[in-house]
């Protein structure tokens, strides 16, 4: 059974980190290029940034590079995201996905006060 479940959500004052983890299971993760999406209050899901399989190839959405980094550990079927100087706009729940196919986790909620 494939099977995304993300962890490491939680509540936040501006300025401060969290570091997103998402343990891949059912299929053979080092294959795929996986991603991190993100749905804030009233607004539609959008992409955070992905990782490619191999080479490891980064790929960010522009306005967030530089506080966001993800990283994938193969040996333990995990992709992180760490989130640095986070921002009130920054609160949303936080999909992990495996790209190029419909296989989603469940979400893990972020919150950031100001």
Same mark, same amino acid.
């Given at each position: %059974?494939?099977?995304?479940?993300?962890?490491?959500?939680?509540?936040? %004052?501006?300025?401060?980190?969290? +570091?997103?983890?998402?343990?891949?299971?059912?299929?053979?993760? !080092?294959?795929? $290029?996986?991603?991190?999406?993100? %749905?804030?209050?009233?607004? =539609?899901? =959008?992409?955070?940034?992905?990782? $490619?399989?191999?080479?490891?190839?980064?790929?960010? =959405?522009?306005?967030?590079?530089?506080?966001? $980094?993800?990283? +994938?550990?193969?040996?333990? !079927?995990?992709?992180?995201?760490?989130? !640095? !100087?986070?921002?009130? =706009?920054?609160?949303?729940v936080y999909y992990c996905k495996r790209a190029f196919s419909d296989v989603?986790?469940?979400?893990?909620?972020? $919150?950031?006060?100001?």
């Amino acid at each position: %059974q494939v099977q995304l479940v993300e962890s490491g959500g939680g509540l936040v %004052q501006a300025g401060g980190s969290l +570091r997103l983890s998402c343990v891949a299971s059912g299929f053979p993760f !080092n294959d795929y $290029t996986m991603a991190w999406y993100r %749905q804030g209050p009233g607004k =539609e899901r =959008e992409f955070v940034a992905s990782i $490619t399989s191999f080479k490891r190839k980064a790929s960010y =959405e522009e306005s967030l590079e530089g506080r966001f $980094t993800i990283s +994938r550990d193969d040996n333990v !079927n995990t992709v992180y995201l760490q989130m !640095n !100087n986070l921002k009130p =706009e920054d609160t949303a729940v936080y999909y992990c996905k495996r790209a190029f196919s419909d296989v989603w986790g469940q979400g893990t909620q972020v $919150t950031v006060s100001a």
